[in-house]
């Protein structure tokens, strides 16, 4: 990287609140409600935007706006990237047949960039659930190499019934509850978020030291469960940002309550830190797995935690699972973290390893 | 400075398209969906055998994306039964692609998938911009950029392949330099096309707005 990359402003909007210190308050309490949406006859827990609109467009530009709005003022010409792994599906959902879907796949950005009131270049990224840290991955190469200087990355993933029903026909979700790492886990809990950062190559009190995106190709749906591809995209995050696997002071681990992909991350764990591995955070027990947005989201929350001292525990976890004893999400602490390691395994074979350091 | 390797354009038929992959893999590549058929005969086309297992990256952009595949998904969800059929579901996810296509392609380490906000424009300044970091910084020995598109029965893939070293057939350099004068190409779905038929030895790719570079070609 020819120049350092930081993280200047954050904006959130998860069904744990509405910016990133009411959501890592609402982590640090121990919530983790969630409402349900029913599909046919079965009903999968959900977690749902504090938003009341049910007309899906107006739905989005509340949203969109109103974490905008936590980025402060924004020069127009500031590039965006928006990533999504389901864009306006939820609109043509609600719009019925013929369900006529733009020309351009991700012409939704047009729109998502006008409410941000951003005329600058638009770039949109659909990598399933590592969708956010490709966008930021995209972003931060360009500002490193000084083609643009600033940028703002907007993860956005809404409700609809075209994804809950593909997951859930792939019997990935659970009926209850995400429970990350725990014996009793038994599927994915979706959920609505919308969150946003903005980069930019001005010194920051965050600095991106590394991030690295793999390919596990063992099967469409789920990682090699030995955890090799997560282990070596864990080992190119740190060697690229030239740290020890012992310098790294906390993870905050995918661990979404999957039987298959809590496992083989767990092994990769086991395969980079050995007998040493850092305290562990999942936070998608509280927030929901929100797919495309996952990354900025669960990034926005876990700086608003270190930045007050307070790691939360990981919602969910009660009973460790013997295959993956001894590691397990620690409890709720105060501590200083100087570097954090954030892990994404996503839907189709992405992978995607984030080190953030205090700058 | 980083080299130019492979210009390729491919247009089928869905029939030609099925084929095509037949014939690179002695097989058709089971439960994929059209641009994943798409994304693995161009993959193979623009690189030998040799060159299959070295680390590299696929960006890749899109115009429809999985239009008709998200319409039939749609059509399933709220018509149908109510729950799709799993590969119903998996061909309107692009991401995937690269994972049904690593097998051929073993040095295929990261793949990115860009789809397109407006019709008739791309974003290959951005993506070849992006190439040109990661080799320099040395990710990666190749990175594919491609933009692929299926449409009501027609499939078209264009394909640029950039590489750190300058290859024995590498038909371009290019640089990254202040907006200067030389002739400009637009940022359209078909660009290497157009580049390939470039009657000039130099040219640049119209960047976007907010860029303060200008990415120039010179033919080798």
């Known amino acids: ?359 | 400075m980083v080299y130019l390797d492979t210009l390729l354009s491919q247009h089928y038929s869905a029939e030609s398209l099925a084929a095509a992959v037949r014939t690179a893999i002695g097989k058709p590549l089971r439960r994929a969906a059209p641009l994943t058929q798409l994304a693995l005969v161009g993959a193979l086309a623009c690189l030998p055998e040799n060159r299959r297992h070295l680390p590299s990256a696929l960006l890749w952009q899109s115009t429809g994306g999985p239009r008709a595949e998200t319409q039939a998904l749609l059509r399933e969800v709220f018509i149908g039964s109510g729950e799709p059929m799993p590969y119903d579901f998996l061909a309107t996810q692009p991401a995937i692609a690269a994972a049904q296509i690593k097998p051929y392609f073993p040095g295929l380490q990261s793949a990115s998938y860009f789809p397109l906000a407006k019709k008739g424009i791309a974003e290959w300044f951005q993506t070849l911009t992006l190439a040109i970091n990661w080799l320099e910084e040395e990710r990666y020995a190749q990175i594919l950029c491609a933009h692929l598109d299926t449409n009501t029965g027609t499939a078209t893939g264009h394909w640029l392949v950039l590489t750190k070293l300058p290859l024995e057939k590498a038909r371009f350099k290019l640089q990254l330099n202040c907006i200067g004068s030389s002739p400009q190409l637009p940022d359209t779905p078909d660009f290497p096309q157009l580049l390939s038929e470039a009657p000039i030895n130099s040219l640049a790719l119209q960047s976007p707005a907010g860029f303060r570079l200008a990415l120039e070609f010179t033919r080798l």
């Open chain 1, 1 to 359: 990287m020819k120049r350092p990359v930081f993280i200047a402003e954050c904006g959130l909007l998860c069904a744990r609140g509405g910016n990133a210190q009411a959501v890592a308050a609402a982590l640090w309490a121990g919530e983790s409600s969630s409402s349900t949406r029913r599909l046919g006859d079965r009903e999968f827990p959900y977690f749902s935007l504090p938003l009341a609109e049910p007309n899906w467009l107006k739905h989005a530009e509340q949203a969109v706006r109103h974490v905008g709005t936590q980025l402060g003022p924004l020069p127009a010409e500031t590039p965006l990237f928006v990533a999504s792994s389901s864009f306006q599906i939820g609109h043509f959902e609600q719009q019925g047949e013929p369900f006529d879907l733009p020309a351009a796949n991700a012409a939704f950005s047009c729109q998502i960039a006008d409410w941000l009131q951003l005329s600058g270049s638009l770039t949109s990224i659909n990598n399933a659930c590592i969708s956010g840290f490709s966008a930021i991955d995209t972003a931060r190469s360009l500002i490193a190499g000084g083609q643009i200087d600033d940028a703002v990355i907007i993860g956005i993933e809404l409700s609809n019934d075209s994804t809950l029903a593909g997951f859930a026909a792939m019997e990935l979700l659970s009926r209850t509850a995400c429970r990350p790492f725990d014996v009793r886990r038994d599927g994915l809990v979706l959920g609505e978020a919308v969150a946003a950062i903005r980069l930019s190559s001005t010194p920051a009190p965050w600095r991106i030291a590394g991030l690295r995106t793999g390919l596990d190709a063992y099967s469409m749906t789920g990682p090699d469960p030995a955890g090799g591809p997560i282990g070596r995209v864990t080992v190119d995050c740190l060697n690229e940002a030239n740290l020890l696997s012992n310098e790294i002071d906390l993870i905050k681990v995918q661990a979404a309550g999957s039987p298959g992909s809590d496992l083989a991350e767990a092994n990769a764990l086991r395969q980079v830190f050995g007998e040493q591995i850092p305290p562990l955070v999942s936070l998608k027990a509280a927030l929901g797995h929100t797919l495309g947005a996952s990354g900025i989201s669960e990034l926005v929350a876990l700086i608003a935690c270190l930045d007050a001292g307070k790691i939360p525990a990981t919602a969910g976890y009660q009973q460790a699972d013997p295959e993956i004893w001894p590691i397990f999400p620690v409890d709720r602490n105060i501590r200083q973290i100087k570097r954090a390691l954030l892990s994404l395994i996503g839907f189709g074979g992405g992978l995607a390893s984030m080190i953030i350091e205090r700058a």
